[in-house]
């Protein structure tokens, strides 16, 4: 069971009952805090626009809880009006604060350092879109794109994958063993200190599910496989919504 089933479970099981004024958040946060483990125990609370209901970050983790902290919500949450998706812009500061920690020397990079724009790829060797942007990584340069690979084996970690993936990161020529293991092939054996298992709990915690996934340095999550192209314009759309 996951933590956000956890969090749910526990929030029907308990039954919270006790009420708080609205706008109490503390007695809110010290509720809630009786519901997850000391690790996901920082709380961060804000107002929603719908009146009466609060925006909860635990960790990682959007939800949202009535101001009487008796009723507890999981799910997505969008401005049918404005067409936002209010969810995706809290997880977008989540995943903002969560990859400023990534040490650029421990990710793979393609391009140059002045790029027009610069995207974190979350990446499988042995998935099949992941292959198809690496065979492309040029073609992302060209459009003034570079790319900072992060490792995600999707089979988990300890698999014959994240094996392999290791072996890139510990290479002495790190694009070499890439395109290797991007080809099909399996780059020599090499063991070191790699970040691989690190980066692939990170990615996790700022939603990855699936390979490639393309993140901004802003916290914008880009699910899947875009042509290099095509990427560009959503970039600068992205970068224009931020400008407005």
């Known amino acids: 069971m996951n933590r956000m089933k956890r969090i749910a479970f526990g929030a029907v099981t308990l039954g919270l009952s006790f009420s708080?004024?609205?706008?109490?958040?503390?007695?809110?946060?010290?509720?809630?805090?009786t519901l997850v483990n000391s690790e996901a125990a920082d709380i961060a609370i804000a107002e929603t626009p719908i009146p009466g209901m609060l925006e909860v970050r635990i960790g990682s983790d959007i939800l949202y809880v009535s101001e009487d902290a008796r009723y507890l919500l999981q799910g997505r949450l969008v401005d049918l009006e404005t067409r936002q998706d209010l969810t995706d812009q809290?997880?977008?500061e989540v995943r903002k604060e969560l990859i400023a920690g990534l040490d650029d020397e421990q990710m793979i990079q393609y391009g140059q350092d002045d790029s027009d724009f610069d995207i974190i790829v979350f990446t499988d060797v042995d998935c099949g879109y992941c292959r198809r942007l690496h065979q492309q990584v040029d073609e992302y340069n060209d459009a003034g794109i570079t790319v900072h690979y992060a490792a995600f084996p999707r089979a988990g970690l300890g698999s014959e994958t994240f094996r392999k993936m290791n072996s890139v990161w510990c290479a002495d020529d790190q694009q070499a063993a890439m395109d290797i293991a991007k080809s099909g092939g399996s780059p020599a054996p090499a063991e070191c200190d790699s970040p691989v298992a690190d980066q692939y709990q990170l990615g996790q915690s700022i939603g990855v599910t699936g390979t490639p996934a393309l993140v901004t340095r802003d916290g914008d999550l880009i699910p899947g496989y875009v042509?290099?192209?095509?990427?560009?314009?959503?970039l600068q759309q992205i970068a224009k919504s931020r400008a407005e």
Do not use: H, S
């Open 20 to 33: 708080a004024w609205a706008g109490d958040y503390e007695e809110v946060r010290e509720r809630l805090k």
């Open 90 to 92: 809290a997880m977008g």
């Open 227 to 234: 042509p290099p192209q095509d990427l560009r314009v959503r």
